[in-house]
Nanobody, 126 residues
């Protein structure tokens, strides 16, 4: 059974930083692209960032490029999201997810991800 557990959310002022972590178990972590998504109240879940199984490729939503960095440690089965220069409109629940098919990358739609964490709240105050 695959489990994803996020941590690191919290309250931060605009312009501040947070680092999210997602610990995975139940699947060979190093075979799967991992992604971060977020969902604000009343809005659809949106793609934030993804990193390929082998650490060679990353992808970001245009809105976070240059401010967010996704990384992973396959030895620890953990994926991270470093978020800098946070904005109030980025207040949301942040989710990590694992892509459905091994050794695939570039499939950023949420429907391509089959396991999700419970989410961690990020609140950015103005």
């Amino acid at each position: 059974q695959v489990q994803l557990v996020e941590s690191g959310g919290g309250l931060v002022q605009a312009g501040g930083s947070l680092r999210l972590s997602c610990a995975a178990s139940g699947r060979t972590f190093s075979y799967y692209t991992m992604g971060w998504f977020r969902q604000a109240p009343g809005k659809d879940r949106e793609f934030v960032a993804a990193i390929s199984w082998n650490n060679r490729n990353t992808d970001y939503a245009d809105s976070v490029k240059g401010r967010f960095t996704i990384s992973r440690d396959n030895a620890k089965s953990t994926v991270y999201l470093q978020m800098n220069s946070l904005k109030p409109e980025e207040t949301a629940v942040y989710y990590c997810a694992t892509v459905r098919l091994a050794f695939t990358f570039g499939v950023n739609a949420a429907s391509n991800y089959d396991y999700w964490g419970q989410g961690t709240q990020v609140t950015v105050s103005s």
